[in-house]
């Protein structure tokens, strides 16, 4: 059928010496599961005369809401946008009582400023108004009430806390005005009427992406988890020394990011020509990174150049 396909193509002159590129597009159906898949094969033509071919195969999961799955499935995203709505609301308030402290009620903000300043060494206890020195105590001699350690007005908002969780309201938010954009797209198809094909590759990828939004979205949620964990007595030491170490792992791994793009260019140029592994600088990334683990071709490297 393929053959006789190509043959016919260039019967009618649609495939010449001047074609750069063939696309072919299908769509499969699975019954059982109710989804679909896009599939799409390129080959395109170089003009040295080679042909690099390409494949991509996008499934897409057709909502249903004629069994009693994708009626208790829809029914559960509505519950979840209700949630996230009034997580969303929570956000807003929180962001808005940041935003409405000035910095000189904020106990981190003045002692910078003391600090910074050399106004002095002694501040008033806000509990007891008992005057004391907050850099050789660390509370209040008289009732114990423990400064803030983190700032209250507008420079609080924007933590690691604060930032995680804007960014897991808005990634719920895309996700789920693409969810419900795609069925909208979905349901206006006329699958068992329709006579013409029907190009499902961008809902398909529309579904990918989703789905990728999704999995940075658990990532994130879990990673909220450590905010609470540090409110259990055993675990907050090692909390905060995450927290503390966070910075010079950050810079970590920036030099480690410099060292390995240098390793990775390097590789390119010395073993590309001969080794695939190392064929283009995408490849040489990830043959490192498997060479890290201690999975590597010694012997196409030593072919390729027994010196280096």
């Given amino acids: 059928m393929l053959p006789f396909l190509f043959t016919a193509q260039i019967d009618h002159k649609w495939l010449d010496n001047q074609t750069a590129m063939v696309a072919i597009e299908f769509t499969l159906y699975n019954a059982n599961t109710n989804m679909l898949t896009a599939c799409r094969f390129i080959f ?15 499934p897409l999961l057709l909502p249903d809401l004629e069994s009693f799955r994708g009626v208790v499935v829809f029914l559960s995203e509505l519950l979840l946008v209700m949630f996230i709505l009034y997580y969303a609301v929570k956000e807003v308030v929180k962001a808005r009582a940041f935003f409405a402290t000035n910095w000189r009620h904020c106990q981190v903000c003045v002692l910078k400023k003391i600090k910074a300043e050399h ?13 004391y020195n907050p850099f050789q105590m660390p509370c209040c001699p008289d009732c114990y009430y423990d400064l803030e350690s983190s700032h209250k007005c507008w420079k609080g908002y924007f933590s690691l806390w604060n930032l995680i969780d804007l960014s897991n309201i808005i990634i719920f938010f895309v996700v789920f005005g693409l969810r419900f954009k795609l069925r909208g797209d979905v349901d206006k198809i006329q699958l068992r009427t329709e006579t013409q094909f029907i190009q499902f590759y961008p809902l398909a990828w529309q579904f990918g992406i989703v789905n990728c939004l999704n999995s940075a979205n658990v990532m994130l949620s879990f990673f909220k988890t450590i905010k609470y964990l540090g409110k259990v007595r055993a675990l907050s030491v090692l909390v905060k020394t995450l927290i503390i170490a966070l910075s010079p792992v950050f810079w970590f791994l920036i030099f480690f990011g410099l060292v390995y793009m240098g390793f990775a260019i390097t590789f390119l140029l010395a073993f590309g020509k001969d080794a695939g592994q190392y064929r283009n600088i995408g490849s040489s990334y990830m043959s490192l990174f498997v060479m890290i683990l201690g999975d590597f071709d010694y012997g196409a490297i030593e072919t390729s150049n027994y010196i280096l």
Avoid at 44 to 58: A, D, I, R, W
Avoid at 119 to 129: D, F, K, S
């Fill in 44 to 58: 395109e033509f170089l003009p040295t005369g080679q042909v690099v071919p390409y494949h991509s195969l996008k």
């Fill in 119 to 131: 106004l002095g060494e002694t501040i008033v206890c806000p509990n007891c108004q008992r005057p």
